[in-house]
């Protein structure tokens, strides 16, 4: 589950979400590397370019979130091996990702999320739960809330300025059309079509994307879930699927970011992978209707 900072780690993770309005869902990325920039796109066949596979493993991505949960804390780690342990968002996305899949590991984390008493997301609730939401945005700031047992227990807390022109932000779009698919279904249309303008054929290049050369790998999963929420086709489905598919590692998580030319970027990491297991699991649980020829090839930005 943002504005595709989704995966730094911690100095990068603050600049980022400054430079931004930080509307991201905290992605922990490793070093950039040599790259092709984005928006330069990828060439080839999206089938061969993105890898063999059509679609990312779920059952490997949820044997990756389970590989993360550390039993004494009832928490699970940011990426494998991360000695911080996020209550939210990590925390709230692999409960929601793991709830009917392993009830045994997602029942102690509910419990955990509970007992903290810090464990909120306003941005995530259309995601997370069926209840009443209002787009509202605002600035988040990443609290560390204790050290235990060698451990560094962390949240995100949203209760900064509201955020403006948050329209410009693809996760953003995706998450006001989730939270209005069900009261305002024209606003959300026009909102999940809004998110689409930035898409290049390669991935969301919207302002983060452009600031930090490289796109995010969870807007994909997000503009897939989203699309089922709403139960419509979603543009370019197959192609977004393979490029997830390619990102994800042999043991089953996905890499957080990727450049031009479909190269991982970063590591896979807790939130990425959960909301690509999050949007597998929402497959075909909606009936499909086409949003029209000029919903589903949106006018570029």
């Known amino acids: 589950m943002t504005s595709s900072s989704l995966c730094l780690p911690d100095p990068q993770r603050v600049l980022v979400h400054l430079a931004v309005l930080a509307l991201s869902i905290l992605i922990a990325s490793g070093a950039a590397g040599p790259a092709v920039a984005v928006g330069e796109g990828a060439s080839g066949d999206p089938g061969t370019r993105a890898g063999s596979r059509a679609a990312p493993d779920a059952s490997a991505c949820a044997r990756f ?3 993360l949960y550390v039993p004494g804390m009832r928490l699970v780690r940011e990426y494998p091996g ?3 342990l996020w209550l939210s968002h990590d925390g709230l996305l692999v409960e929601r990702a793991l709830r009917k899949r392993d009830r045994k590991l997602a029942r102690p984390l509910a419990k955990r999320l509970r007992e903290s008493g810090r464990a909120e997301a306003w941005k995530l609730a259309p995601i997370l739960t ?3 939401w209002t787009p509202v945005f605002r600035e988040p700031s990443l609290l560390d809330v204790t050290q235990d047992r060698g451990f560094t227990i962390k949240t995100e807390e949203e209760k ?3 955020a403006q022109g948050w329209e410009g ?5 995706l998450f006001a059309a989730a939270g209005l698919a069900k009261t305002d279904r024209p606003e959300a249309l026009r909102l999940y079509r809004a998110a689409f303008a930035t898409w290049d054929g390669t991935g969301f290049l919207d ?3 452009k600031s930090l050369g490289r796109y995010a790998a969870f807007k994909l999963a997000l503009a897939l879930l989203v699309g089922h929420k709403l139960g419509v086709t979603v543009p370019e489905e197959a192609r ?3 490029i997830l598919a390619s990102l994800q590692t042999p043991e089953g998580g996905i890499v957080t970011d990727y450049d031009g030319r479909l190269k991982p970027i970063g590591v896979p990491n807790a939130e990425t992978t959960s909301i690509v297991l999050i949007a597998l699991d929402a497959r075909g649980t909606q009936p499909r209707h086409g949003i029209g020829a ?3 090839a949106p006018e570029r930005r």
């Open 207 to 209: 302002p983060p994307a």
């Open 130 to 132: 069926d209840a009443p």
């Open 294 to 296: 000029k919903d589903a």
């Open 169 to 173: 932000f693809t996760d953003l779009c």
């Open 240 to 242: 977004m699927l393979s």
């Open 65 to 67: 979130l389970r590989s």
């Open 82 to 84: 991360s000695k911080v």
């Open 160 to 162: 900064g300025a509201l």
